[in-house]
């Protein structure tokens, strides 16, 4: 299923749910950086992930996700390396990657950090040559008795079977066994909208049981996960349509509509994560171009919920990580932020005045009408005594013109801004592609 069909099932989960359980505390503050082993060092393996800490712990990042770690199947393999969502075992580790007392030494270094550490688990499907094909009736299989893809287009794997109960047991069993032997701290549950509901409930429930407080995070947006399995799922709907305003120049407008709408649909606390950018996509640096590729990411690090970086977005790196290249290798070029330092500044100075404000981490979010809503978004954040503006142009043409708020005590604390320029509001002047951040203490 795509993720355009997953963001039409959840429009129509308009029902009311049940409050979610109550995010780890320290989540709504979190900044969530995820890592291609492969690609993240040249070494391409465990230890280049944890060579990397130091400069991670520095830009401010709290949770390291790293994508699957464990062996890749070889059986219909797409590209020379294959896909590492096409696992062969789940208790085990890939071993390009390394060995399991590099992850335990991962993790220990992380946490010495005060990071978190969270593992890719594929639950939906397996690699063809996977160790569980020993037990067939954990698959799918068609009418003439043949085990099957999920989807066609995904013939590198193959789908498991959630009608089982013993296969439900396999894999609650598998999750316990990450977090007890090696202290993770959650899971990103890849095609989570994919497995049923109930085993998420289900698995959670277990591994609370060992380590309560672990992250959960949902690839869906489907309010239904969010009940009582996740804490956190992908603000797919407003990805694509920031996409949308960018490629085929949608109003940004639509950007505080999807918004409401997401609202409408989840219990109140639900948080998203808000991405301008993962390994599925083309880089933001390249669908957005530079200019875009920032604004992109002062108005996901400055909304409600839980930011994410993909590696290479701190440097304007614009090496792909989705099919095909998912399959190579293809490090990410860090040398290229020599050319571009205005990204390494920008996210740097952006993840510090988050950090530094929860009022920009769970404050209240008020849109505020603007005189060209068609380029222009404008809200504030409120929380903790403390109140920011935010604006952000969404097209390639200078702004001059007015935003609906009063204008007393703001000042700019634009990232980057070396000489903020003096605060004229509610009369608003903003670059092409720019972007402004003012605060005000009430």
Partial sequence: MTKASWALLAALSLPAFAAPPAPPGWLPGAVIYEVFPRDFSPAGDLNGVTAGLDRLHRLGVDVVWLMPIHPIGQVKRKGPLGSPYSVRDYYAINPDYGTKDDLKRLVAEAHRRRMRVIIDIVANHTAWDSVMMQTPEFYKHNAAGQIISPVPDWDDVAGLDYSNPKLRAYMIDMLRYWIRDFDLDGFRCDAAGMVPVSFWESARAEVDKLKPGVLWLAEAHEPPLMAKAFDLDYAWPLHSTLAAIFSKGEPARD????????????????????????????????????????????????????????????????????????????????????????????????????????????????????????????????????????????????????????????????????????????????????????????
């Fill in 255 to 442: 950007l505080r509509a999807v918004w409401e709408q997401e609202r409408a649909q989840y219990p109140k606390g639900a948080l998203h994560m808000r991405i301008s950018d993962d390994h599925d996509e083309e880089r933001a640096i390249v669908r957005f171009g530079k200019g875009g590729a920032l604004a992109a990411s002062a108005f996901m690090f400055t909304l409600d919920g839980v930011p994410l970086l993909y590696e290479g977005m701190e440097a304007g790196d614009t090496t792909e990580s989705g099919g095909p290249p998912l399959f190579e290798k293809l490090p990410v070029f860090w040398k290229i932020a020599e050319r571009r330092p205005e990204f390494p500044r920008f996210y740097a100075g952006m993840i510090a005045l988050r950090a530094a404000h929860p009022a920009l981490q769970q404050g209240g979010t008020e849109w505020l009408r603007n005189s060209d809503d068609a380029r222009i978004v404008t809200y504030l954040r409120k929380g903790g005594g403390e109140e920011f503006l935010v604006a952000v142009n969404f097209s390639n043409q200078p702004f001059l013109g007015l935003v609906d708020t009063a204008a007393a005590g703001l000042a700019e604390v634009t990232p980057g801004v070396e000489t903020p320029r003096p605060s004229a509001l509610p009369s608003l002047a903003l670059d092409a592609w720019g972007f402004r951040i003012f605060r005000r203490i009430r």
